[in-house]
């Protein structure tokens, strides 16, 4: 069982920054992939990025790829996502997400994961 907790929301202005968090309590955490996933308003869920338990194999969205950067800290429990110049069309609520694993395929597919947090919004004024 794990739980997941995302923070570091808020407003910013185009071609600003911003870090998220997401807490994971359950330990199994470092055994996971982890996921960050975002949904803006009207439209479907969508993958953003995801990493190996090792942090071997990272994956992106090619709209946030040379912009965004997930990474990891097993010993905290604690996955980020730094977010670099960011845009507009990057308003959306931010999910973190756990699945033990899968093929790079699934791994992009928010219906594999098994675990969720609430979200955090993230709004990118212009």
């Known amino acids: 069982q794990v739980q997941l907790v995302e923070s570091g929301g808020g407003l910013v202005q185009a071609g600003g920054s911003l870090r998220l968090s997401c807490a994971a309590s359950g330990r199994s955490f470092s055994r996971y992939v982890m996921g960050w996933f975002r949904q803006a308003t009207g439209k479907e869920r969508e993958f953003v990025a995801a990493l190996s338990w090792s942090g071997g194999r990272t994956y992106y969205a090619d709209s946030v790829k040379g912009r965004f950067t997930i990474s990891r800290d097993n010993v905290k429990n604690m996955v980020f996502l730094q977010m670099n110049s960011l845009k507009p069309e990057d308003t959306a609520v931010y999910y973190c997400?756990?699945?033990?694993?899968?093929?790079?395929?699934?791994?992009?597919?928010?219906?594999?994961?098994?675990?969720w947090g609430q979200g955090t919004q993230v709004t990118v004024s212009s």
């Open positions: 997400a756990a699945v033990q694993d899968g093929t790079a395929a699934q791994i992009m597919d928010g219906r594999v994961y098994d675990y």
